[in-house]
């Protein structure tokens, strides 16, 4: 057969003098789905825009249905049979979904726009192609899993062959990307071709046919799915063993952080956590199951000094953490990662040396007399760089000019720099890649070995049940189920627990919960 | 590291090229308004540019208006940084100008003590006037920009009745309070022009916010309260608090200026209406600074210099000073929309006369 797309040896340098992609080969065989996989910044969305025409190469040889090719532009590769769904949606919010999809080619009688079959036609796309969507409404009003199938849609108005979705389960929730995944197939069994980006390997192994993997601005292999492991392809995304797998707590200490009857009403009095008990041990990990708005994180945050708390009672040692600011329990070994970064967790314009010592403004080290001492904050940046290894320029450099990754890092780093009594963490490596996955796994497991009782809130159960002791789950402000990890404990026990569909006895809850 | 590849200085580089550029397009537009409206437009245009350095007696004229363009673009430039819209300057300037002039008056004018108490005093009176739109935010949610709007209203008024009623010498239907003690005047630092103590106190101010803002805990407090409130909530720095003190610091420096006015030998006195709104200006100066206390006095040398070349066109020329409201305005568009300079690509694309590629999908 021959290949419908052929990327030889492309390289391109943006401006600013990035390499984002060396002599990279790309070959996609029609009718497959294939598979581009990488760390953030490999390259693949450089890539995907060079076939797009939306990047020009600097060299290398595009070969599309056996011709050579150069488009100058996306309407060249739209004409071409070519659709692309960036990340970045670009959708007019307040028109209806059909007149995005039909949007620079609608369809008309005369010179009037013909409404009714623009939506016929949009109805029987998304018939075909079991990309469900009120034609209707404006795309600002829809969720954004609904919003990539408009694009989808648009794609496949303007008669694609091929397909591009760059990281489209990014935005997605796991039941969305259970149906994207369904309208992938029916893409490809009606003889399209889909080009998939993504970086998270499990469903990259579900859907692909083929999978090429780039590293730092190169190809470094093309493999078929069903020769391959998740193993192995991290392994050759990352370019080195990256091992996912973390130890669990080896003994029992005693119970550090306790919470008794808690109660957590909203602002507008409506109860958000209600009756909530639960006890962590020194040296173990408790993972806070839920679908997300069930008061996993308003719990952490009620520990965290950030939420006030209706009734009931929170216990670190014995101390009771509800008096205390903020301050006085970061001062007693509370730690923190919180669940949005550049919302919370990192003052994104200031240096990364001021996000690292924010936390420690009391610490005689750094501050004395209510003078700075500049040169302990810059070596202590410096060590905690080293030691976390972030990738920054400077500690003087602002955080905003990192990656989401190395970010994360920073605030890991500012968090663990000293091992905490008490470590709350809300969705640790939510976007980021899975070098920093590692790393930062490896740090929160390492504060558990030091002594550390850890809360954990994630969005990723494959997460919860690769760190986690012991597993609680929230459903509607309650713990309804409470698990101690094994190998046994699936997702899929997980989830009917999640959507409310089983209880456990409060006896069981207890007995897990010692 | 070496200064081309430090980020901080090529990001400064950047903001200096963008200060300038729009100087330059504000430069072009009032020279083009000159032209139309003007008999002899070159005269005119050569005085706004020139005149400030025509003598001694307009350069200090100019370096008097430095200095109090410098302290309220302090004051400003402080309240910024914590991401506070007090716009409470000019209030403050008057109820610190009110305090210096009581003790100016009072039998303590006429001592060695007059200058320090009257600045002192001055200072504390702005301070408290800055706290009120903190307190009023933090504790009843009251938006600051509204609050501080109101007080500085108040204390005009209040200020200029007490002069009209009060202070003024009786029966004389005078406009202003009698001309201070010597002892309640700076000394003149160059005879016969105004260069006095102004401009020193301006530059130890600058020298002061500068450290307090990054060499004191206090200081690092309050930018990053100002970078991210909830961040500084989430790492225990009380955020509420940090505000409130950068208000009623820059509340002082406001008081400080307003003593820097009636005790400096352009007044002397008080008067009604005295600062002309120039501390208004500090908010031009401080936006255009991007907060940065050491590029304050430069920003206030460049507007300075302008705003006493138009007085003096006004007065040479037959031209209107107002023309230096269109320069404020075209600065301001342009610094505070973050325009950028055109680079390569667009005068390649101008010169081509083509449409140049575009990327029509936006995407990244
Ligand atoms: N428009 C651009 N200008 C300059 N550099 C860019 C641009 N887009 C991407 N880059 C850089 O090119 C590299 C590859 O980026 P990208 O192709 O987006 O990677 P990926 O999609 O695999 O995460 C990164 O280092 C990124 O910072
Ligand atoms: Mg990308």
Redo the contacts between chains.
Sequence with gaps: MVPLIQAKSISKTYPGGTLANDRVDLTVMPGEVHAVIGENGAGKSTLMKILFGVEQPDSGELIYDGKPVGFAKPREAIDAGIGMVFQHFSLVPSFSVYENVVLGAEPRTGIRFDREKAIAEVEALSEKYRLKVDPLPPVGRIPVGQQQRVEILKALYRNARVLILDEPTAVLAPQEVEELFVAVRSLVAQGKTVIFIAHKLPEVLEISDRITVMRGGRTVGEVLSRDVDEHGLATMMVGREVTLRVDRAKDEGPVSLEVKGLHIHGESGAPICQDLNLRVRKGEILGLVGVEGNGQSELIEAVAGLRSVADGAIYVDGKDLLPLDVKARRNIGLASIPEDRIARGLAVGASVAENMVATRLDDERFVRRGLLDLKAIRAQAEQLIGRFSVKVGSPASAIGTLSGGNMQKVVVARELAEQPKLLLVNQPTRGVDLGATEFIWKSITGARDGGAAVLLCSADLGELLALSDRLVVFYRGRIVAAFVNSDELTPETLGRYMLGIETQSPETVRAALK | ?SLRT???FKAAGKEIGRAVAALAVALLVTFVVVLLTSQDPIKAFGTLLTAPFSSMRTTGLWIDEVAKLTLTGLAFALVFQARQFSMGVQGQVYVGALFATFIALSPLGATLLALPLGILVAMLAGAAYGFIPGYAKARFGANEIVSSLMLNYLAIKVVNYLIRAHLAPTGTGQLMTEKFPAQSIFPALLPNTRFDLGIVIAVLSVAAVWFLLY????G??L??VG??A?????????SSLTMISAMTAAGAIGGLLGAVYVHGRAFGRLAIDFDGNLAFEGILVAIVARDRPLVVPIVALFYGYLRQGAQLMAIRSDVPSEVISIVQAIIILLVASSFTIPGKAFWVRLFRFGPA????????
Aim: no cysteine; proline share 6%.
């Design positions: 590291m430090d980020p901080r060499r004191t805990r206090w690092l407090k930018r990053l970078h991210n909830r961040f500084a909530e989430y790492a225990g720095i009380p590629r575009t990327v029509e999908a936006a995407g990244k």
